[in-house]
């Protein structure tokens, strides 16, 4: 019974990036699709520098220099960060050469690629928190939904708007949260044994390194290439203040 609850936190907690992308089906002018798109890249930059930053950043680092000293926990936290930056710059290289795909396409699944290496992890963190105190995993649980839906956006809209397809923009930003589930069965059929916190906290680092770097060097550019600053602090604002709402409340 135990497992069944793990399992079913976990996956409401990944699912729930699906609330984000209903966005899309809220009827908007065409001289207003730059400002909602705006609006949306800076509201998701603001999430994903919020969260690293905020949560993986500092907890993942914490348990590493509490396993390994001040040291070699700083080396290794160090490493897994700046795995991440290279990771993401590499996915950025090889999008470029993808003649097929536009800005907003790319933006929307290299959004994607890095939410499902952030999900993944999580699931496990989920699954096992549950696992062992439903209470704890239902907290951590909450948490989790709650910052998954602002990542929804940051899928959905790119994507619906680069190929005017919900079909594909609901797809993509699915295979983001079912990566939290899967995660959480991965981690009970295979992993229960040897998952650990530092291991956790290495891979929750690497996504740390890989979100900034998203933010800044690609969806920043692309908000401020439509020129229109009014709404790129609007969503700025928004995301940041819903950060400091999970990060005080929750």
């Known amino acids: 019974m135990e497992i069944i609850g793990a399992l079913l936190v976990s996956t409401i907690a990944?699912?729930?990036?699906?609330?984000?992308?209903?966005v899309i089906f809220f009827k908007c002018k065409e001289q207003n699709?730059?400002?909602?798109?705006?609006?949306s890249l800076a509201f998701s930059l603001a999430i994903m520098i919020g969260i690293s930053i905020t949560?993986?950043?500092?907890?993942?680092?914490?348990?590493?220099?509490?396993?390994?000293g001040i040291g070699k926990g700083i080396i290794l936290s160090f490493i897994a960060f700046i795995i991440g930056i290279i990771l993401i710059k590499y996915l950025h290289k090889l999008m470029d050469k993808t003649e097929q795909a536009n800005d907003l396409y790319k933006l929307g699944i290299l959004n994607m690629l890095a939410l499902i290496l952030h999900n993944f992890p999580e699931g496990i963190a989920t699954f096992m928190s549950s696992y062992k105190d439903i209470e704890l995993g239902l907290k951590l649980g909450l948490a989790i939904a709650f910052h998954n839906?602002?990542?929804?956006?940051?899928?959905?809209?790119?994507?619906?708007y680069a190929t005017k397809s919900k079909k594909n923009a609901i797809f993509k930003t699915f295979l983001s949260g079912i990566a939290e589930p899967i995660g959480a069965i991965l981690a009970y059929i295979f992993l229960s044994k040897y998952i650990t916190?530092?291991?956790?906290?290495?891979?929750?680092?690497?996504?740390?390194g890989i979100m900034i770097t998203l933010?800044?060097?690609?969806?920043?550019?692309?908000a401020r290439k439509y020129n229109l600053n009014k709404y790129l602090y609007f969503g700025l604002l928004v995301g940041t203040v819903l950060i400091l709402i999970n990060y005080f409340c929750f």
């Open 14 to 22: 990944g699912l729930s990036t699906m609330l984000g992308a209903f």
């Open 33 to 39: 699709i730059n400002k909602f798109i705006t609006a």
């Open 55 to 68: 949560d993986l950043i500092p907890e993942s680092t914490y348990i590493l220099l509490s396993s390994y």
């Open 149 to 160: 839906i602002p990542e929804g956006i940051s899928i959905a809209v790119p994507i619906y």
């Open 197 to 208: 916190d530092t291991f956790i906290s290495m891979i929750l680092l690497l996504v740390g």
């Open 215 to 222: 933010a800044i060097e690609v969806i920043y550019p692309k």
